[in-house]
């Protein structure tokens, strides 16, 4: 999608090249801001925030994204990315287990719907006669 410049020139995506220090910058940027929505991600499924979390999960895997875009991806080599990459994992492991018991929770909320929705189905079809006389 071309864009505008400061000038009123336009730029397409093949005509911009980043230096080295722009795509740096730029990955920077992109991984603070996935450990920011992966910090949030927390917060939403402690609070049991299944839309709000989907939604955050969404715009984690657009940065992502845009990080496999990149031309370069020589920040991932950095003590920096690596430190941002050691605060992600475990978060990242404990959204995945808290994630698993929702799930887990879920199917036996739905089983125990279906046994109830089955045992009043075969309550109700048998032939119960309410007009019967004792």
Same mark, same amino acid.
């Given at each position: +999608?071309?864009?505008?410049?400061?000038?009123?020139?336009?730029?397409?995506?093949?005509?911009?090249?980043?230096?080295?220090?722009?795509?740096?910058?730029?990955?920077?940027?992109? @991984?603070?801001?996935?450990?920011?929505?992966?910090?949030?991600? +927390?917060?939403?499924?402690?609070? !049991?925030?299944?839309?709000? #979390?989907?939604?955050?999960?969404?715009?984690?895997?657009?940065?992502?994204?845009?990080?496999? /875009?990149?031309?370069?991806?020589?920040?991932?080599?950095?003590?920096? #990315?690596?430190?941002? /990459?050691?605060?992600?994992?475990? +978060?990242?492991?404990?959204?995945?287990?808290?994630?698993?018991? @929702?799930?887990?929770?879920?199917?036996? !909320?739905?089983?125990?719907?279906?046994?109830?929705?089955?045992?009043?189905?075969?309550? +109700?079809?048998?032939?119960?006669?309410?007009?019967?006389?004792?």
């Amino acid at each position: +999608m071309p864009d505008d410049d400061a000038k009123g020139e336009v730029k397409t995506e093949s005509s911009v090249q980043m230096s080295e220090e722009e795509l740096l910058r730029t990955a920077k940027n992109l @991984w603070t801001n996935y450990l920011d929505l992966t910090q949030e991600l +927390m917060k939403f499924i402690d609070r !049991q925030d299944i839309d709000t #979390f989907m939604l955050i999960v969404e715009h984690r895997q657009h940065l992502i994204k845009k990080i496999e /875009a990149l031309p370069s991806h020589e920040y991932r080599k950095l003590k920096e #990315f690596k430190e941002i /990459a050691d605060k992600i994992k475990p +978060m990242d492991r404990e959204i995945m287990y808290k994630a698993r018991g @929702w799930l887990n929770k879920s199917r036996r !909320q739905n089983n125990v719907v279906r046994s109830y929705d089955l045992g009043v189905s075969l309550a +109700m079809n048998q032939s119960v006669s309410f007009n019967k006389r004792y």
